[in-house]
């Protein structure tokens, strides 16, 4: 090795500097992202020990909003195999795929269809920056070995015909496969990973707002699984709010709440907020009559003709808005906010600016201190600024965002608070499903965590790894609590869980 490298024995803290100088050498975020995924091609320690030497600074960049970009332009920048593409023409071949000696740790799974990323629709193949987005942050801050995790696309091609015929388009060609082709493909999927990888953890990750609830719904008792867009931003708009409210001191039954946008996250967040109403001592009717939904179509009323199923719990009887004052036949955000008077505006709509200032200045004109949380991913999706927000509420909004903006006291209402820390959780307790328990626990623990220095609601970035223990062990307790724990006590401990979570070091 003598005069094939220079004298200079490097240090990993030498070696991070050195990418670190890199990085901020470039000229924009999808270039260090792009710089980003090649160093986790070549050298994964050194990269999860950069993202974990300044996680402020780097889960930006690894995950929202940088991936957003990062999915539109992945054939663009794919380099090397990284994860499974699990193509439709290959579907009688999965067990085979699956096989693959390399991947007997595998522990964590997570797997899109690429339909529905963040905000940007039908991505495709493209979609695979995704699951390997979500699996790094399991790595930094859940402490997942790299080994033991492994991103998964189901390419059932894509509707985006700019994808499609794109010269450099890594994925199959061909329209989208729907209906029972789609289905039996899923199943072939989901029974090859129960055979191949027994007590495994999947993820399903940004699939569309139908098939984002049949699967859950058809799976959650096959496999040790879950959905993040449904129910990790439920947790975590849930626990945010919690925490929201122990400051301003109006207790959660009394709030009055919009939702604007009722897919898969919004209705998730919905239903969790009803649950969580209900914990607080509410019926569920009187829970429901405290959450108004906004949709594409206006308010969500029992009498709008073929409502998605998740959109049906939702609906109010439209004897409730007689009387309203109404600036036009269909009632829209605008109307909703005049009359409902809310003191909780929630955003998973997708729209661009939807909180205009009108909006946020009659809902200020009826709340001392409103929260309001544009939740949509990415930056370019958002419901409104953040700064926006604050100023058209003399500075009393209690305001997070979906992704980070940069402005002091804003709170990033980020699913890296809940994922990480129940999937370790149920992982600890060797769970045989996870429960809505589960993740109630997740919820209300992170809203007693505590705030960031600068006013915002949740911790610090920094401390997402204690985040992710704390959680962990909540989940892994309510895990016994629901009947579906296995591990013997002794390993559900702090001290037992934090002593699974690998830290980026050379061996």
Same mark, same amino acid.
């Given at each position: 090795?003598?005069?094939?490298?220079?004298?200079?024995?490097?240090?990993?803290?030498?070696?991070?500097?050195?990418r670190?100088?890199?990085?901020?050498?470039?000229?924009?975020?999808?270039?260090?992202?792009?710089?980003?995924?090649?160093?986790?091609?070549?050298?994964?320690?050194?990269?999860?020990?950069l993202?974990?030497?300044?996680?402020?600074?780097?889960?930006?960049?690894?995950?929202?909003?940088?991936?957003?970009?990062?999915?539109?332009?992945?054939?663009?920048i794919?380099?090397?195999?990284r994860?499974?593409?699990?193509s439709?023409?290959?579907?009688?071949?999965?067990?085979?795929?699956?096989?693959?000696?390399?991947?007997?740790?595998?522990?964590?799974?997570?797997?899109?269809?690429?339909?529905?990323?963040?905000?940007?629709?039908?991505?495709?193949?493209?979609?695979?920056?995704?699951?390997?987005?979500?699996?790094a942050?399991?790595?930094?801050?859940?402490?997942?070995?790299?080994?033991?995790?492994?991103?998964i696309?189901?390419?059932?091609?894509?509707?985006?015909?700019?994808?499609?015929?794109?010269?450099?388009?890594?994925?199959?060609?061909?329209?989208?496969?729907?209906?029972?082709?789609?289905?039996?493909?899923?199943?072939?999927?989901?029974?090859?990973?129960?055979?191949?990888?027994?007590?495994?953890?999947?993820?399903?990750?940004?699939?569309?707002?139908?098939?984002?609830?049949?699967?859950?719904?058809?799976?959650?008792?096959?496999?040790?699984?879950?959905?993040?867009?449904?129910?990790?931003?439920?947790?975590?708009?849930?626990?945010?709010?919690?925490?929201?409210?122990?400051r301003?001191?109006e207790?959660?039954?009394?709030q009055?709440? &919009?939702l604007? @946008? =009722?897919?898969?996250?919004?209705?998730?967040v919905? !239903?969790?907020? $009803? #649950? %969580?109403m209900? +914990?607080?001592?509410?019926?569920?009717?009187?829970?429901?009559?405290?959450?108004?939904?906004?949709?594409?179509?206006?308010?969500?009323?029992?009498?709008?003709?073929?409502?998605?199923?998740?959109?049906?719990?939702?609906?109010?009887?439209?004897?409730?808005?007689?009387?309203?004052?109404?600036?036009?036949?269909?009632?829209?955000?605008?109307?909703?906010?005049?009359?409902?008077?809310?003191? &909780?505006?929630? @955003? =998973?709509?997708?729209?661009?600016?939807?909180?205009? !200032?009108?909006? $946020? #200045? %009659?809902?200020? +004109?009826?709340?001392?201190?409103?929260?309001?949380?544009?939740?949509?991913?990415?930056?370019?999706?958002?419901?409104?600024?953040?700064?926006?927000?604050?100023a058209?509420?003399?500075?009393?909004?209690?305001?997070?965002?979906?992704?980070?903006?940069?402005?002091a006291?804003?709170t990033?209402?980020?699913?890296?608070?809940?994922?990480?820390?129940?999937?370790?959780?149920?992982?600890?307790?060797?769970?045989?499903?996870?429960?809505?328990?589960?993740?109630?626990?997740a919820?209300?623990?992170?809203g007693?965590?505590?705030?960031a220095?600068?006013?915002?609601?949740?911790?610090?970035?920094?401390?997402?790894?204690?985040?992710?223990?704390?959680?962990?062990?909540?989940?892994?307790?309510?895990?016994?609590?629901?009947?579906?724990?296995?591990?013997?006590?002794?390993?559900?401990?702090?001290e037992?869980?934090?002593?699974?979570?690998?830290?980026?070091?050379?061996?």
């Amino acid at each position: 090795m003598h005069g094939l490298l220079p004298p200079h024995v490097g240090t990993l803290g030498s070696q991070i500097a050195r990418r670190r100088r890199a990085l901020e050498g470039m000229a924009d975020d999808f270039h260090r992202y792009a710089f980003l995924r090649e160093l986790q091609d070549s050298n994964e320690v050194l990269f999860h020990a950069l993202v974990q030497s300044d996680l402020p600074r780097m889960l930006p960049l690894v995950y929202t909003p940088t991936v957003g970009e990062g999915c539109e332009r992945f054939s663009d920048i794919w380099r090397r195999p990284r994860g499974l593409f699990l193509s439709y023409p290959n579907r009688n071949r999965i067990a085979d795929i699956l096989a693959d000696p390399a991947l007997d740790r595998v522990k964590v799974i997570v797997v899109s269809d690429g339909e529905r990323i963040l905000g940007l629709g039908d991505q495709g193949a493209g979609g695979m920056g995704i699951p390997i987005g979500k699996l790094a942050l399991y790595t930094a801050c859940a402490g997942i070995h790299p080994a033991e995790v492994l991103p998964i696309l189901l390419d059932v091609g894509t509707d985006n015909v700019a994808r499609r015929e794109d010269p450099l388009y890594v994925g199959w060609r061909n329209p989208r496969i729907r209906g029972p082709e789609y289905d039996a493909f899923v199943e072939a999927f989901v029974a090859a990973v129960a055979d191949r990888f027994p007590g495994v953890l999947l993820q399903w990750e940004d699939f569309a707002g139908r098939n984002a609830y049949d699967l859950l719904d058809r799976y959650r008792d096959r496999l040790l699984s879950f959905n993040d867009d449904i129910q990790g931003t439920a947790a975590t708009a849930t626990g945010t709010l919690l925490a929201a409210i122990r400051r301003t001191g109006e207790p959660l039954a009394q709030q009055r709440i &919009v939702l604007f @946008g =009722a897919g898969a996250a919004g209705s998730g967040v919905a !239903e969790m907020l $009803v #649950r %969580a109403m209900m +914990a607080a001592g509410l019926d569920e009717a009187a829970a429901r009559s405290r959450i108004w939904a906004v949709d594409r179509d206006g308010l969500i009323l029992s009498n709008i003709p073929r409502l998605p199923a998740q959109q049906v719990p939702l609906a109010h009887d439209p004897a409730e808005v007689t009387g309203w004052t109404l600036t036009d036949a269909r009632i829209g955000l605008y109307d909703t906010v005049v009359n409902v008077k809310p003191t &909780v505006l929630i @955003g =998973a709509s997708g729209q661009m600016g939807a909180f205009g !200032e009108p909006v $946020v #200045r %009659a809902m200020a +004109a009826g709340c001392a201190a409103p929260v309001i949380f544009p939740l949509s991913n990415p930056v370019s999706r958002a419901e409104a600024h953040p700064a926006d927000l604050l100023a058209w509420t003399d500075g009393r909004a209690l305001v997070g965002t979906g992704s980070p903006f940069g402005v002091a006291g804003v709170t990033q209402v980020n699913n890296v608070y809940i994922f990480p820390g129940v999937g370790l959780g149920a992982l600890a307790a060797q769970a045989s499903r996870v429960t809505d328990g589960m993740f109630m626990a997740a919820a209300e623990t992170l809203g007693t965590l505590g705030g960031a220095a600068d006013g915002s609601l949740l911790p610090p970035i920094e401390q997402l790894r204690a985040v992710a223990l704390t959680i962990a062990v909540a989940v892994a307790a309510q895990a016994v609590r629901d009947s579906v724990a296995t591990a013997p006590a002794a390993e559900m401990t702090a001290e037992a869980i934090a002593g699974r979570m690998w830290e980026a070091v050379y061996d």
